[in-house]
Antibody, heavy 121, light 111 residues
Framework: QVQLQESGPGLVKPSQTLSLTCTVS??????????WSWIRQPAGKGLEWIGR???????NYNPSLKSRVTTSVDTSKNQFSLKLSSVTAADTAVYFC?????????????WGQGTLVTVSS | QSVLTQPPSASATPGQRVAISCSGS????????VNWYQQLPGTAPKLLIY???QRPSGVPDRFSGSKSGTSASLAISGLQSEDEADYYC????????????FGTGTKVTVL
């Protein structure tokens, strides 16, 4: 059973770069035709897809965040990562990682438990 | 902002049926399949329905999905107290080089 776990700093200062890692266990990140997504959810609000990466390195990003987002994959560590630059208080949210299936069907399963990132000085 | 519109809330008594709508456009629901997620309080979302009407293993058949044109719907029959949660639809959007969009979310309350 594949499981995902997010990790990274819980507090980031405004204008700095938010960095998170998602560790995949119970299976290889390189197996199958999966892709790997990041999603966030501000407190009390809905879900926002940030972007996804294939192990080939191919990516798709939310147009509203594209200029600030970078994702990467480390197959040797069975991990993928998110960097979000120039953060503001509006980027405060619970960040989830998830495995994706299908290029345009893109269903996400499973999800990590999520990690809260607060942007504050 | 979300491009898929859902009603903010829905409610019913145990055993009844509740339906949640999800309205989109030709670039998302009209062109691609719809997925549904259930988010219980304080937990991560869980895939409930994929490819419009497919249930992952372990999801009760009380949950069903459908799609017509640029709209989709999730139905919960035989509502149970443990179904009280937030529900989100989602679909790939072909505009702007492609992006995955979520619905605004619907809070289901079991009365």
């Amino acid at each position: 059973q594949v499981q995902l776990q997010e990790s990274g700093p819980g507090l980031v200062k405004p204008s700095q770069t938010l960095s998170l890692t998602c560790t995949v266990s119970g299976g290889s990140i390189s197996s199958g035709s999966y892709h790997w997504s990041w999603i966030r959810q501000p407190a009390g609000k809905g879900l926002e897809w940030i972007g996804r990466i294939y192990t080939s390195g191919s990516t798709n990003y939310n147009p509203s965040l594209k200029s600030r987002v970078t994702t990467s994959v480390d197959t040797s560590k069975n991990q993928f990562s998110l960097k979000l630059s120039s953060v503001t208080a509006a980027d405060t949210a619970v960040y989830f990682c998830a495995r994706g299936w299908g290029r345009t069907s893109n269903w996400l399963d499973p999800w990590g438990q999520g990690t809260l990132v607060t942007v504050s000085s | 902002q979300s491009v898929l519109t859902q009603p903010p809330s829905a409610s019913a008594t145990p055993g009844q049926r509740v339906a949640i709508s999800c309205s989109g456009s030709t670039s998302n629901i009209g062109s691609n399949t719809v997925n549904w997620y259930q988010q219980l309080p304080g937990t991560a979302p869980k895939l409930l329905i994929y490819s419009n009407n497919q249930r992952p293993s372990g999801v009760p058949d009380r949950f069903s999905g459908s799609k017509s044109g640029t709209s989709a719907s999730l139905a919960i029959s035989g509502l149970q107290s443990e179904d009280e949660a937030d529900y989100y639809c989602a679909a790939w959007d072909d505009s702007l080089n492609g992006s995955y969009v979520f619905g605004t979310g619907t809070k289901v309350t079991v009365l």
